[in-house]
């Protein structure tokens, strides 16, 4: 089994700051793209920030120049720097993999999420 555990959420008045981590464990060939995506009480699922193995990263416009994403390779993990918060960043952050598994058929692509971890930003 592959699976994610996040850590990191809470609470925080607006302009604070918080860091999101993420591990992915089990059994896989490799790790592709990782990725935080967040879903608010008003909106779906949304891209907030993704990261490729090689390190190109993009970002949502609403969080551009206060939230950055980093990888490490060997520990397989993702993390979510949160700087100068706002209300409207209250949501269920979720992190997301995309994991390659090698059988006799090839090389498959699967995704795997995480259970969330909530973010609340106070005014």
């Known amino acids: 089994q592959v699976q994610l555990v996040e850590s990191g959420g809470g609470s925080v008045q607006t302009g604070g700051s918080l860091r999101l981590s993420c591990a992915v464990s089990?059994?896989?060939?490799?790790?592709?793209?990782m990725g935080w995506y967040r879903q608010g009480p008003g909106t779906p699922r949304e891209l907030v920030a993704n990261?490729?193995?090689?390190?190109?990263?993009n970002y949502a416009d609403s969080v551009k120049g206060r939230f950055t994403i980093s990888r490490d390779n060997a520990k397989n993990t993702v993390d979510l720097q949160m700087n100068s918060l706002k209300p409207e960043d209250t949501a269920v952050y979720y992190c997301?993999?995309?994991?390659?598994?090698?059988?006799?058929?090839?090389?498959?692509?699967?995704?795997?999420w995480g259970q969330g971890t909530q973010v609340t930003v106070s005014a």
């Open positions: 089990g059994r896989f060939f490799r790790i592709n793209d």
């Open positions: 990261i490729s193995r090689g390190g190109s990263t």
């Open positions: 997301n993999a995309r994991y390659s598994r090698s059988s006799a058929w090839g090389l498959q692509e699967h995704d795997v």
